[in-house]
T-cell receptor, first 120, second 113 residues
Framework: GAGVSQSPRYKVAKRGQDVALRCDPISGHVSLFWYQQALGQGPEFLTY????????KSGLPSDRFFAERPEGSVSTLKIQRTQQEDSAVYLCASSLGGQGVPRGATDTQYFGPGTRLTVL | AQTVTQSQPEMSVQEAETVTLSCTYD???????LFWYKQPPSRQMILVIR??????QNATENRFSVNFQKAAKSFSLKISDSQLGDAAMYFCASEEYGNKLVFGAGTILRVKS
């Protein structure tokens, strides 16, 4: 596709509900990232995929957060038993290169418009 | 851990004037990249400019240029001939091997007509 897309753009959940956020990266991009952006702050890294392999999940705040990318393209970020502190914008980014690939312009991450999650 | 600091929460500039946004970072890596991203109210994070740490020459993209001081770990963004469309939140970010980005807290840029 022309760019990274995310759905839904807005999600309101009651505390305790499970939510699933979708990311469609740019076609052919090897790397996919999820970031969490709290109101008025910079994005913070959650997790990273190279193709279907989840190589880094060090930023996931708890075991309620789970991400997958089973076929190496579309990714889903799932949050179980949502809490009010999960309210944030969730950004997805993709890049053409990956770890082990010679570095260069392919490292640039292109971001989607984000999903704003509000937990009541 | 890598850190990125943007010490200016908010900046204002008159249309057609020049403004400089500050950024400092801390990393133990020798090979890394630095970025400036722009985030308008629509939330779409847009790449403004990137700098490779091993390159001495400062990056330039049209009206946007950086002043990269590697020894001082400083990476400021200069916007020349400011336009109303430049108004947004600007984030400085660093990337080390492993590719994840570490962002600063952001600087809100307001452009006055």
């Amino acid at each position: 596709g022309a760019g990274v897309s995310q759905s839904p753009r807005y999600k309101v959940a009651k505390r305790g509900q499970d939510v699933a956020l979708r990311c469609d990266p740019i076609s052919g991009h090897v790397s996919l990232f999820w970031y969490q952006q709290a109101l008025g702050q910079g994005p913070e890294f959650l997790t990273y995929f190279q193709n279907e392999a989840q190589l880094d999940k060090s930023g996931l705040p708890s075991d309620r957060f789970f991400a997958e990318r089973p076929e190496g393209s579309v990714s889903t970020l799932k949050i179980q038993r949502t809490q009010q502190e999960d309210s944030a914008v969730y950004l997805c980014a993709s890049s053409l290169g990956g770890q082990g690939v010679p570095r260069g312009a392919t490292d640039t991450q292109y971001f989607g418009p984000g999903t704003r999650l509000t937990v009541l | 851990a890598q850190t990125v600091t943007q010490s200016q929460p908010e900046m204002s500039v008159q249309e057609a004037e020049t403004v400089t946004l500050s950024c400092t970072y801390d990393t133990s890596e020798s090979d890394y990249y630095l970025f400036w991203y722009k985030q308008p109210p629509s939330r779409q994070m847009i790449l403004v400019i990137r700098q490779e740490a091993y390159k001495q020459q400062n990056a330039t993209e049209n009206r946007f240029s950086v002043n990269f001081q590697k020894a001082a770990k400083s990476f400021s963004l200069k916007i020349s001939d400011s336009q109303l469309g430049d108004a947004a939140m600007y984030f400085c970010a660093s990337e080390e091997y492993g590719n994840k980005l570490v962002f600063g807290a952001g600087t809100i840029l307001r452009v006055k007509s």
